[in-house]
């Protein structure tokens, strides 16, 4: 990616449970990078990083992760149209995003959303966001960029066909320039739609000078 390298990977503990779901990225992966939308119809470009596939990747409900870089942004404008990395932690394969079309009845399905409990509170479906490959997009009603502050980062929810398909930490070109350290807790629904894995409650986004590289990760696994 750009000048650099990206990488996927999973964090487990003594006994094999996961600690850690993340993307590390080096420093130069941020230079060289696209300026212009591709002429694809897609707002960005998508670098899908596969996990290991060890017991604590099993015990997640996470498939792979796709890394897209959007160097005009997307929809809707004013808010999200500035260049920024979306950091998609997918529940399904590839092969069955690429289902995903939004021709026919196909929009019917990417429409069809989960049952409220499997969604944190606060969340809304966020309208015109089906992407094909992708799905339909959540977003936190509470988050500052859509109460009159600046975009910098934010946590998206996705779902498909009333699953939950991926989950989704966003930010901007900007804010990672900056070296941040940041942590912060994930709403937490009252459900979820696959018992018996490990599901995360905080996410992070740092920069670790000694090794030059930025981190993207879901963190803080409970059983559920």
């Known amino acids: 990616m750009g000048n650099g390298i990206a990488y996927a990977w999973t964090k487990e503990d003594a006994a094999g449970n996961p600690v850690a779901v993340g993307v ?16 694809t119809g897609f707002d960005g470009y998508e670098f899908p990083l ?10 997640t409900p996470f498939d792979h992760v796709a890394l897209d870089w959007n160097p005009k942004g997307h929809i809707p404008p004013g808010i999200y149209d500035v260049p920024h990395f979306d950091v998609h932690f997918y529940t399904t394969p590839i092969s069955e995003r ?5 021709e026919g009845d196909d929009m019917e399905r990417c429409r069809k959303q989960p049952d409220p409990k499997f969604m944190p509170e606060g969340y809304i479906y966020a309208p015109e966001s089906e992407i094909k490959f992708m799905g339909a997009h959540w977003v936190d009603v509470a ?7 600046p975009f910098t980062y934010t946590f998206l929810y ?6 939950v398909m991926f989950y989704e930490p966003m930010m901007t070109l900007e804010y990672l320039l900056g070296k941040p350290n940041f942590t912060e807790a994930l709403k937490q629904p009252k459900d979820v739609q696959r018992p018996g894995l490990y599901y995360p409650t905080k996410y992070t986004i740092r920069y670790d000078a000694e090794r030059r590289e930025y981190i993207v990760t879901l963190e803080g696994f409970v059983k559920r």
């Open 50 to 59: 596969a996990l290991p596939k060890n017991g604590a990747t099993a015990k």
């Open 98 to 102: 690429l289902k995903i079309t939004l």
């Open 158 to 163: 996705g779902s498909y066909n009333g699953n």
């Open 143 to 149: 988050t500052p960029e859509l109460n009159g502050k």
């Open 24 to 39: 590390t990225f080096t420093e130069s992966a941020l230079s060289g990078l696209p300026t212009e939308k591709p002429d």
